[in-house]
């Protein structure tokens, strides 16, 4: 049995963009799985902050670590980030084509996929995203997609940057419901200007821009 990431530790972090010091010294741990918000406004660094967590900035002192996991045991489907304009969409496909591409492409089998499309389906929107083409969809839809696509494999670690952008307060519910459900097995940090939601699974909030 693989023993996935349980615990995250930020140590000692100075970050620097533009001339502009975001972060000095930032220290920061988290023992998982459960969801560690990230809030602030607008230039406070909550997308740079996530992209040094998932390692997508790249810092000089080794800044980030996790432990509890075997890192060669975990898959390409086991790590997932998000933002709004991330996974480009192809505006011919549908979004039943675009799953299936999705599913072939990290090695998903049928019966599982049509499994979590069903489960999707309570939502009315869903059958319309499945059998549109994307040129067809409202901004609402293109994100309802992409949460999708990013979610559905139950990913072990997760990054998402503002993911609740151009959904009603309905859709943003349902999809808080199932981050949450995610979190009893997944690390998952999220970012938002303000959180209205206090997920009842274990989390942790980080709040930036704080004097």
Known sequence: MINYVTDFECRNLTLKLSDKILFKDFQYKFSGPGIVQIEGENGTGKSSLLKVFAGLIVTENNN??????????????DFSFFTTTSLGLLSNLTGREHIELFSKAIGINSNSVLD?????????????????????????????????????????????????????????????????????DSLIFITDQKFSWVP????DKIILGEK
């Open 200 to 203: 009842s699974t274990k989390r």
């Open 64 to 77: 980030i670590k996790f432990s509890g996991f075997l890192p060669e045991q975990v898959g390409a489907g």
């Open 116 to 184: 979590k499309i069903l489960e999707f389906q309570e939502m009315e929107i869903f059958n319309e995203i499945l059998n549109k083409p994307v040129s067809d969809f409202s901004q609402g839809m293109k994100q309802f997609l992409r949460l999708f696509l990013h979610l559905f494999f139950q990913p072990k670690i997760v990054f998402l940057d503002e993911p609740f952008l151009y959904l009603s307060p309905k859709l943003k519910e349902f999809f808080q419901q199932k981050i949450e459900l995610m979190a009893s």
